[in-house]
Structure formats: C-alpha cells, structure tokens
C-alpha cells in the first residue's frame, strides 16, 4: 500500500516537472483548482530532497526480490574481483545497501525491507554498527523523516572514490547485467568521483562517506594561547625570596593576563652593598593567535594554591628533558591486580594522585609519592586565633584522617570518567547514572550533584584555569557547566552518535568532541557554534588531546589509529599507525616534540612529533593515499614499552617530561 496521499503525490509530481524543465505541464497542474502549492521557501532544500527521495523510489519499478537479487550480485562479483580493486569496491556496497532498504520502506513494502535487513546487515556491521543500528529501528516514513541518521543518507550524497578502472569496471557491471536499481541510486544518492592512477589498498576515510563539513561556517580560529601566570622561568630562581618578600599587591599582579609590558617591582630582596635590589617580572606576550580580550571566557581571579602549582611547575622545568624521537622519557606504569571493576584512571596535572572510577559506583584515590592523604579537621578542632595572612593548609589537616586510598561513595552506578582540577581541590566524576559529581578531596565528600544529561555521561573534562568544565554523553551532546552553578551554560549539538570524549583548548576558548559517528568537533566556547568537523576515522573516537602551543588536536580511535589535525586549517597533518587495537589515551609531552598513547594492545607507544615543525611552518607534504593496514608502524614510531596483559588506559606527561602509564591487569583477556 502506498506511503503517499494525494496532495503530497501532486507536489513530488509538480516538483519533478519543475525539475526537468517541463514547464507547460507544470502550469497545467497549476492551473488546476484542487492544486495549491504550499512549499515554504525556507522548506525549499528539504521539500527537493524528499521529491528526490520520492521520485526514485517511484521510478525503481523492480519488486523487493529484484532489488535484494541485484545487491546481492553485486557484492559476490566484489568478492570475486582482483584483490588489487576489492578495497576500493567494498567502498560502494554500503550505501547500496541502506538505500536498498530505505527505498523498500518509501514503497510500503515494511516486511520485505525487514527480511533484507535482517539477511544482510551483518556483511557491514564490523564498520558501521552504529549506524545500521539507528537504520534498522526504522519502519515508517515518519520515523525517517525524524531519523538524523536517514535524514544524512537521504538529503546528502554519499561520497565514494574510485580509481578510473574500477569506476570502469563497476559501471560495466551494472549495465551488463541491467541492475537499473542500483544504476538509480547511484544517480539520486550517490557521488562517485573517480581519480586517475591505481587502486589503493587502504582507503582514506577523508574521500567517502557524507561531507559533514559542508554544515559548519568555516571561521577563523584563535588557536593561540595566553598563560595566566604570565612569567619567565627565571622569575622564579629563588622559591623562599620569593614566598617571604613579595608583597600581596605584587602577588595579586601576577594575575594579570592582558598586559605584554616589562615592569620592576621591589621583592624586599637585600643586595651585596645592602641596598635594595629590584627584580624584574616580565610579562609575556600573548601569542599572535591568541583569541582577543573580548572573545575570552572570562574567569575569576586564580586561586593561590593554584597559582603557587604553576609557579612550582615552572620551576620544576628547569630540570625538563627535551625530548625527541631518539631522546626518550622515563616511564613508570602503575598496574591494577585483581581488579576488573575499575573502568577508567586519571592521574592529576602534577602526577601526585590517580583516581580511578569503578563498576561499583565508587570512586577511589591515592598519592602516588608515598605521603598519605588527609581531611581536614571539624570545624569544632580548628582555633580560629591560628588563622591568619601566613596560615598554611597542611596546619588544619587531621593527622588521624590519613590514609593511601580515600574511597567516595554517592553515584548509583558504575563510573565512567573521573578527572582532576588543575589546583587538587577538586575531583569530578561522570556517571552511567547520567550525574556528574564534584568532589572536595579537602574533606573527601560530594559537594554537588550537577545533572543535566538524560542518558549515561561518558566523559568529563576540566578547564585549564578550573571553574569550567564539559561533558559527553550518550545523548549526542557535550554540556558546558561551571561549578559554582548546577544547570549547564552551553549544550553543544550536532554529532550523530554518542560523543565519548572531550577536551577543553589550552585558552578555554574552544572545546573538542570526539565520538562514535567517527568524528571530531570543534566548537566556540562563548558562541556554541561548530567551527571544524574532522573527519578520517574508520570508527568510534576514544581520546583527544590537544598540543600545548594550541595548534594541534590529537585524536585516537577503534580504527587503531592516532590522527593529528591542524586547528587553522581543520587539515589532517598525520595519521600514526602502530597499535594493533583500540586507542584509549595519549597526551603530548611538554614542548609538544613527543605524544604517548595507549590502548588494549596493551603497549605504550611514543611518537616522534618533528612533523608538526612542518606542519606550522606548512612544509609538510600530506600523503592522501595512506595505503598502510591496520597494525602497520608509521615512521614516527619511536618506542613501544609493552605491558603483560595490561591494557593501558592513562598516560601522562609530568613537568619534567616523565612518563606515568596506568592500566588493570587482565588475567585472561580471551574471557575478558
């Protein structure tokens, strides 16, 4: 029975006429007196795309078992062709397919597009799972109009390209043997583009699928970063002078991130003659790129023990190692035994803690550098008379309290993602049930609840600067939220499956996404706009981290690959082949000349990052045609330090370049 009513029908059919230029009979229908266009102009783009949608279906006059007899013949000939053309080819039988079922469902024929799913849908499912699960849920015309994932495949051209011989080949194919439904679906929904040269053993994902690209105004982006702490490395020679003479206005000057001018001011510091000596605090510059006062995230003053952390890191990078691919880091791995309920690791900015969520619903800490973890005391034991402009944190902590571990307990599911503020006060952590908690790691107890998500929250990340921080969730959204306000800021929608990570920019000017419809994204903090759509993954993305200097975005995925992109020109600068699984996480080193990752290949693998020097100064030649298989090394590859069955799930770069690796042993990972 048809899908269509009458006047629906009188607009596909009016809308074609227009279409091929068939004027009079299109003034015929106008004429008409039970004839009334009612197409909106800003309906115009959808109202073409369901006549095309419409059309072809009408116009594909073979039976559902004609339909099914052609894909099927189609891809046996694949299966039988040179091994040389096999990959390209295998490229065009997934669009085939969806649209094969999708025109059953515009002819009413619900039950054969049923069996054809059903009979089919497990040749595709290793590579676009995702998506044949949202398609086949599908049975009605309604609910593809309200499918975004049918939507894409119906009103975008799927992209596919193939050598000349094999474009050659498959046309030869479908003419031969007069498979006019597939002849028409390359018309309506597909765009073969053809190159010249030979087949290529592995496909770029950059040239097939939709171009969701074309949906984001390309805008210019502030990659550029500004330090808050705004001085030099030698400011800092001389920790006591420092804390014991600087005053509190000098103190408060440091906030400052705007100015890029050399000043003098007096630390109280006595020279050889007795007089008093000046020191100079130099303002560093803001970078050329830098988003501009305006457009910043505006932030409150920085915390002091965040500010003495940052003082401290700088001092630490004195004794920094420059790495490179021949110089590498010393590695320390912290494994888990026994312990398959924990689901994800974090260690903290200066590597002094790791945290790690489990399937129980708790949250677990503990210091790493052997002093023990303590609260502080009830307020009944604190004496007031102690506190003042010299009291220090550590004077109220409860010597009874101490412990390695601290375990928190609120969440009623199992943990997700667990993370860090910058300064240690703080720790969040996401949930399946769809909260995200902010704990004090000053009294060990959830301080707020923030709620917002409707389905689990994957992943959650902090601002550098705190105060901020974003979520991913199952919901297809990733949330800004600040932790002095319980409702979230921005929502950022627009990928077509789950978003599993994000991260924010060095400058909190930008947010990243990475997600299960396999790509990234990046949006303006203050505007909630896209501004990039990176796309070159074969499958869901797991990871992201972007360079220190900002320039860069480093992503890695299911497909085995880490993928670095260029934020200026939403370009793919390099794709590092080595793992020989999933990608969980990677962190570039401090200087931005190294980036580790690790997976459930249970290695740590260290990347030589000279490329990126090009890549900045645009030397760099980007070799489209990356024919590697997965599992193969790339030439970056510096070292792999390789677990014993531990699948490694943290890694972090500490200020002096250092390497910390977290992972939980599996004993036997055929059962696992």
Known sequence: MSVFGKEELDKTVYEYLKKFDYADAAKAMERKSDFVLKSANSKEDELQANVANQTAAFLNEASPQDMEDAYTSLTKWIDNSLDQYKNELYTIAYPIFVHTYLDMLYRGQEEDAERFMISHQHEHADTHGSEIQEIIGVRTLDQMKCNTTVNLFRTKKYRVNLCTHSRELLMGFLRDNDYFSILNMLNQHIDVTQRPGNPIHRINPTKIGHNLADDVEVEPVSWGTYNALNLEEDDYDDEDDNQSTMSKKSKRSVLTTTTSTTTTTALGKKGVDGGEQKRKIRRVPDHPNAPPEGQRIPFPPMHPRLLEMKKAAIRDSKQ??????????????????????????????????????????????????????????????????????????????????????????????????????????????????????????????????????????????????????????????????????????????????????????????YVATGSSDKTCRLWEVMTGKCVRVFQGHRDAVHTLDFSHDGRFLASGADDWDVIVWDLANGNRVKILHGHSDVVYTLQFCVGDTVLASGGADNTVRVWDCEFLQRAAEATLEIDENDDKEPGDESLELAATYRTKDTPVIAVHFGATNYLLAAGVFVKDPERH
């Open 320 to 509: 920094r190692i420059h790495l490179t691919g021949k110089t590498l880091p010393s590695a320390c791995m912290y494994t888990f035994f026994n312990s398959l309920k924990v689901t994800t690791l974090s260690f903290s900015d200066d590597g002094k803690l790791l945290a790690a969520g489990c399937s129980d619903s708790s949250v677990r800490i503990w210091s790493l550098t052997g002093e023990k973890l303590k609260s502080v005391k009830k307020a009944k034991d604190i004496d007031t008379k102690e506190i003042d402009a010299d009291s220090k944190l550590e004077q109220f902590l409860d010597d009874e309290s101490e412990a390695m571990m601290k375990i928190l307990r609120a969440h009623s599911a199992s943990v997700t993602c667990v993370a860090f503020t910058p300064d240690n006060l703080y720790l969040l952590s996401a949930s399946t049930d769809c909260t995200v908690r902010l704990w004090s790691l000053l009294t060990f107890t959830n301080i707020v609840n923030f709620r917002g998500h409707n389905y689990p929250v994957w992943n959650v990340s902090f601002s550098p600067f705190s105060l901020y921080f974003v979520t991913a969730s199952h919901d297809r959204t990733a949330r800004l939220f600040s932790t002095n306000q319980i409702f979230a800021k921005r929502i950022f929608a627009g990928h077509l499956a789950d978003v599993n990570v994000s991260a924010f920019h060095p400058n909190s000017t």
